[in-house]
């Protein structure tokens, strides 16, 4: 059973950048309530679509530098890579069919 990995900055390039799969990338912090509300979603969709894609999951709090990196102004904000690209984004709290809409236009 696959389940949202958490990334960091010394882990961000092999998990997401090399990923062999599209990989979602939540950033997210404790005290946020629609990231709280967003992480069920998330652990469901990394199970229904294991091997197909990855979850990671970004504390914006212990992890500044890689938010700053990627411009996150509001959380949560959720990017999609494959091949090693950013190939789309939303902010907020979504519905898990739309998030799964977004997955698999890029699977």
Not at 48 to 66: I, M, Y
Not at 73 to 97: A, C, Q, W, Y
């Amino acid at each position: 059973m696959s389940a949202p990995i958490d990334v960091t900055q010394g882990t961000f390039k092999s998990e997401v950048i090399e990923s062999s799969t599209p990989v979602l990338v939540d950033f997210w912090a404790e005290w946020c309530g629609p990231c709280k509300k967003l992480s069920p979603l998330l652990d469901e969709i990394a199970q229904e679509l294991e091997g197909q894609v990855k979850v990671a999951k970004v504390n914006v709090d212990n992890e500044r530098t890689l938010g700053a990196m990627f411009q996150v102004m509001s959380i949560p904000t959720v990017l999609l890579f494959k091949d090693g690209k950013k190939v789309d984004e939303f902010v907020g709290l979504r519905p898990k069919n739309e998030i799964l809409q977004r997955v698999q236009a890029h699977a």
